[in-house]
């Protein structure tokens, strides 16, 4: 039997319910999803384009865990996708004209919050650190697969800047570098990000680290481990007489070949990276990647590139490493979410010693404030005269020469009925050009490149005019043009058909 109190209760219960439900006839709304703030981007430019919003609140599956974020990094990584620089790569991978994802962010380190229910390594309020993308937020979910636990002997700021810079430093160093106990090692912008860290395991490798950096920063990387110094606003490590076994380059600013000068015959030569917000922003490191392609056959010594590898097992490694105290992150500054844009600004200048942190505070963060940190200033053009000219340049370089040798054949024929039409040597002929000035610009030869190119093809357009079908071969393959090849190799067995070599 119901109490009097219970009746009143329960009527209560039910009226407050036929309130805040829907109308007869219509469907209830479900309940609002939980919100987070989070950083993101709706547009390419400098750091002011960045906002804070709300956003839903990631919910694991099964396999994933809900990791309330404590600290972030900033890696060059970061800007580049806000910049949308170099802009060859809006094209390929960041969005032609906006971002594809308005989310930005990798590094992070925080408390588990949640697991899904096929979890077994992690439990709500365990400390961890790893990557994923659009990190910079609230809460975000990863598969624990990807999760490590954060030694206890560091920070949530020094955990949460650990992910590419110290992953790739590690595979650098030992997996293209494959350094051996005793192999001299010079790394190149020791005192950075990724530096910093290549010093310390470097070190622990067993290798003789020498870090090139600037005066102010040499104090730093020899206490890191670094066995030698190499100022570089006094001295040229490429002029040092020095012979090392592995470089590894996070700057990028020293020729392939003045690099291979103070490599051991069998050195290995390791492109991390390099440049600023203001370098190269069409085309980014994509010439040096192509240079470092076209040596490695010709040469002994190896030169390679490296995306750092993102798995569990160098995270862990890495986690032990700090455990033991064998490698400590290098915290230069840490900002407080609200001043994420300073923190990147910071980042832009290139001068940041070791890792910049962003700390997220607990009741989240507030407002965006821009504070005094020095703005990097960069060239403003608008996206849609990005893409146009992203698409323009390489179409007039493949169809261009195609129409002018057209109108020039097309004239000699006119001119000359009663000799044979040059064809396709107009073609070749302009290819001569385009092609001099293009291999002149990849590999830094400068003025010789374009001497061999123009006699190099242009002995082979002379040997096609005399219809040899191997200068034929040659010259459409040399060409470096989809179009050409398609275009020959259609009517390949027609012209050969009329004129038997
Ligand atoms: N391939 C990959 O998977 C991968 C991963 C991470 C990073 N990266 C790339 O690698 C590069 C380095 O990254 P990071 O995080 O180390 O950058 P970072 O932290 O911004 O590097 C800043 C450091 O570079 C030093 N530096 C600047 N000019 C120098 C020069 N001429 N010689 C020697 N050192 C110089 C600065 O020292 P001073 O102030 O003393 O000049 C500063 O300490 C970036 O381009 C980044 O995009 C690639």
Known sequence: ???????????????????????????????????????????YGSPEVLQL???????????????KVRAVSINPYDWHFMEGIPYIARLLAFGPLKPTSPRLGVDFAGTVEAVGKSVTQFKPGDEVFGGKGGAWAEYL??????????????????????????????????????????QKVLINGASG?????AVQIGKHLGAHVTGVCSGRNAELVRSLGADQVVDYTK???????????????????RSLSECRSVLTPNGKYVLIGGGGVNDNRWTGPIGVVIKTLLWRPFISQEMKMMVADVNKD???FLADLMQSGKVTPVVDKTYPLSEIRDAIRYVETGRARGKVAVTLSEGGAIALEDGVAQKVEGSTIGPVPVALTLIAVPLFVLVGPILIALVLNRRFRRENPDKRP??????????TFVSAVGIALLLDFGLTSVVISVVLYGLLAWAFTQRKHWAWIALTILSF?????????????????????
């Open 193 to 197: 990000g990724v530096g910093t860290f």
């Open 422 to 431: 040059f064809r396709w040597g107009y073609y070749f002929s302009v290819m």
């Open 481 to 501: 043009n989809p179009i050409a090849w398609i275009i020959n190799a259609i009517y390949l067995r027609k012209r050969w058909a009329e004129e038997p070599a």
């Open 53 to 67: 919003e709300e956003i839903e609140k990631p919910v694991p599956s099964d396999n994933q865990v809900l990791v």
């Open 141 to 182: 979910v990863i598969s624990e697969k990807f999760l490590v636990m954060k030694p206890a002997n560091i920070s949530f700021e020094q955990a949460g800047v650990v992910q590419i810079a110290g992953l790739t430093a590690l595979q650098g160093l030992r997996d293209k570098g494959k350094v051996q106990p005793g």
């Open 1 to 43: 039997m119901k109490t009097y109190l219970q009746r009143r209760i329960a009527t209560f219960t039910a009226t407050a319910l036929l309130l805040t439900s829907a109308a007869p006839g219509q469907t209830p709304s479900p309940p609002a999803a939980p919100k987070m703030k989070a950083i993101v981007y709706h547009n």
């Open 235 to 253: 001295e040229d490590f490429t002029k040092t007489g020095q012979r090392y076994d592995v470089i590894i380059d996070n700057v990028g600013n």
């Open 314 to 316: 160098d995270l862990t």
